[in-house]
């Protein structure tokens, strides 16, 4: 019944339990049960006045691919284009040299000709393959889909346990060629969290209190503001120049631990979760009654079905 409650009001909670008594199980329910809402996709896009700083855009779920493929055939256009003007190119380079030895009778500006031509060939088409990295615009680049709710029904559910703060809040890849213009541009480094992707879902995390407390702290952050920006999390990388616009997650958080280790959480999460939310004692045995024998038999026959 809590859980019910907790799914219609999106409360978070908080299982105290030993392993094996359904918490895990209790989490996923809540996530079946919570009303339906309108998913969204989110996009990273770049900042033309600070390429540090990427865009984040909300759009209906679906809609995020359409997005993307609306760069994508721009640049494939201009691609075409690139490929005829080099075409063109070479064609005049090849038959300059030619011409040149059929006017002037000479082979030697045949051969000055022939291997400047093919310098010159060389240089544009290296100036067009490199020319959308040295010569950028916030059009030319493509928004990157990161979190992607196409087709999607249900609320998400991610069981976090485990996971390292990157995998956990989001993560900016390094780029090893950050200068000279041949680097990736910063938004399409991004890589959401699980908190991200649970927008209008359920995260779940067992053996909360091994969370390290600085990560604990940044949770708290995110489900008081319900939005976080994603950051690199290498300090020495290249990703920890880049702080992208706060990114939506509003999740509801299923948090579990045993007695002993609950006791060694963030107490500004655990007061949080139990001011907005419920705390609950999970038994750890059950009376051996005729009542019971069927509630065990029935969700036997459930899960063999």
Known sequence: ?????????????????????????????????????????????????????????????????????????????????????LFIVAIVTLIAP???????????????????????????????????RMFRFSQEIAPKLIVDNFGKKQAPFYDVTGSHAGALLGDVLHDPFQSGGLGTPANLRVIAGMIHKAHMGVIFIDEIATLDPR??????????????????????????????DPVPCDFIMIAAGNVETVKDMHPALRSRIRGYGYEIYMNETMLDTPENRIKIARFIAQEVK
């Open 98 to 132: 030619w011409w040149v030895r059929y006017h002037y009778q000479s082979d030697i500006m045949f051969a000055a000709f022939f291997i400047g031509g093919m310098m010159f060939l060389a240089a544009v088409s290296l100036i067009m393959g490199m020319g959308q």
């Open 215 to 244: 990560t604990q702290q940044e949770l708290l952050s995110a489900l008081q503001e319900k939005k976080f920006p994603i950051t690199g999390q290498s300090e020495r990388s290249a990703g920890a120049m880049v702080r992208t």
């Open 1 to 85: 019944d809590t859980i019910k409650k907790a799914a219609l009001q999106r409360r978070h909670v908080l299982l105290i339990g030993d392993p094996g008594t359904g918490k895990s199980m209790l989490g996923f329910a809540l996530a079946e049960l919570l009303p339906k809402s309108e998913l969204k996709d989110i996009l990273s896009y770049f900042n033309p006045n600070d390429e540090n700083t990427p865009l984040i855009k909300e759009l209906p779920a679906g809609q995020g691919r359409d997005e993307v493929k609306k760069y994508q055939l721009s640049g494939s256009q201009g691609m075409k284009n690139n490929n005829f003007l």
